[in-house]
């Protein structure tokens, strides 16, 4: 009897940390027209590798698709959202006012994709093999 219990509370432990997929909207591209005329190239334009409306699902790995440099940007909060942060507010409460979402960018200063991220209840599946 004892033993259930343990094991039962053991699964429902293993339940709970199940890692979620994070679910990833391109809100808008930008370009800071003054700061492209000082040190952009003629004809710079907002970045082409991602359109506005644009959904990404992130699990284990970045989503496939989706800019090297974005992601860079924007794992550790995919991280942490897909590890249960959706239960308070980033930064204390002083930044985003909705429990489980993120507002992101990318490092391009010139023009900058932003990304909002949400936690979902649906499960991370492993579905490649992990490097050893």
Same mark, same amino acid.
């Not at 219990?5 to 699964?11: F, V």
């Not at 909207?25 to 700061?35: A, P, R, S």
């Not at 308070?88 to 507002?103: E, H, R, S």
């Not at 932003?114 to 499960?123: Q, S, V």
């Given at each position: 009897?004892?033993?259930?219990?343990?094991?039962?509370?053991?699964s429902d432990r293993k339940?709970?940390? &199940?890692?979620?997929?994070?679910?990833?909207?391109?809100?808008?591209?930008?370009? #800071?027209? /003054?700061?492209?005329?000082?040190?952009?190239?003629? %004809?710079l334009k907002a970045c082409?590798?991602?359109? &506005?409306? &644009?959904?990404?699902?992130?699990?284990?790995?970045?989503? /496939?698709?989706?800019?090297?440099?974005?992601?860079?940007?924007?794992? &550790?909060?995919?991280?942490?959202?897909?590890?249960?942060?959706? %239960?308070?507010?980033?930064?204390?409460? #002083?930044?985003i006012n909705k429990p489980?979402?993120?507002?992101?960018?990318? !490092?391009?200063?010139?023009?900058?994709?932003?990304?909002?991220?949400?936690?979902? #209840?649906?499960?991370?599946?492993? !579905?490649?093999?992990?490097?050893?």
């Amino acid at each position: 009897m004892h033993t259930v219990g343990k094991l039962a509370r053991e699964s429902d432990r293993k339940r709970e940390k &199940q890692m979620k997929k994070v679910k990833i909207t391109v809100l808008k591209t930008t370009l #800071d027209k /003054e700061l492209a005329k000082e040190y952009g190239v003629q %004809g710079l334009k907002a970045c082409p590798m991602h359109k &506005q409306g &644009q959904v990404f699902y992130a699990d284990y790995a970045k989503p /496939e698709g989706f800019c090297d440099e974005a992601w860079k940007a924007v794992y &550790q909060y995919a991280f942490a959202l897909s590890h249960g942060a959706d %239960g308070g507010l980033f930064y204390y409460g #002083d930044w985003i006012n909705k429990p489980g979402v993120a507002i992101c960018s990318c !490092n391009d200063g010139l023009r900058p994709v932003i990304f909002k991220l949400e936690a979902t #209840d649906e499960e991370a599946v492993m !579905n490649y093999e992990p490097v050893r």
